[in-house]
């Protein structure tokens, strides 16, 4: 493969798929060739799907957060391949944030979205839907039961609510900067 490059930028221009092996010469390359403005990678490595030009005419995987800014790669599309990591998603909207790579107020909803996702998996991991509602069934028995003391029914149904509101709370901080993102982008559009 054959990748044509700004010298000054690295900047890629052109790239022509051509075996190594055929030895093209520049313009067969890259017809506008121009020798003192460009310059040729030659290179038999399977590259990234987005890829830049390093200072040395190395090929580089190109960060994700700068695939986003270039709008390469969605906020969306960014974060959902790691729906099931709960960490690695709140600092990947983190570094979103700090970067003002949210520009819409569907991109911010979208992220909240997300977020909620996450916290519903979250929660789903340690009660799922049917644990949750036998719980609840439970603890609804218990109030009609005239709540006795110390009865387990109450304490699982505490214990499941201490944990969604830890989870919840998880997430506050970058929901709430999130809601001031969309309240900004609104008042911006009038």
């Known amino acids: 493969m054959y990748i044509v490059i700004n010298k000054k930028n690295k900047e890629v221009?052109?790239?022509n798929t051509s075996n190594l092996s055929?030895?093209?010469s520049d313009t067969e390359v890259y017809e506008n060739?121009?020798?003192?403005?460009m310059e040729i990678i030659k290179t038999d490595e399977l590259i990234p799907a987005n890829f830049k030009i390093g200072q040395n005419n190395e090929i580089l995987?190109?960060?994700w957060l700068e695939q986003v800014g270039l709008g390469?790669?969605?906020i969306e599309s960014a974060l959902e391949q790691?729906?099931?990591n709960s960490d690695y998603c709140k600092s990947k909207i983190n570094e979103l944030v700090n970067n003002n790579l949210f520009k819409t107020i569907e991109q911010c909803k979208k992220a909240l979205e997300i977020i909620n996702n996450i916290i519903e998996r979250k929660v789903a991991q340690?009660?799922?839907k049917s644990y949750e509602m036998k719980i609840t069934k439970d603890y609804m028995g218990w109030i009609e039961d005239n709540k006795p003391d110390n009865d387990p029914r109450q304490i699982k149904y505490q214990n499941m609510q201490n944990y969604i509101n830890s989870v919840k709370m998880e997430f506050s901080d970058i929901k709430e900067t999130l809601k001031s993102l969309i309240s900004e982008l609104e008042k911006s559009q009038i």
């Open 13 to 15: 221009i052109h790239i």
């Open 22 to 24: 055929k030895n093209l």
């Open 33 to 37: 060739f121009s020798a003192g403005t």
């Open 61 to 63: 995987e190109m960060p």
């Open 72 to 74: 390469i790669l969605s």
């Open 82 to 84: 790691h729906l099931d």
């Open 126 to 128: 340690e009660y799922n």
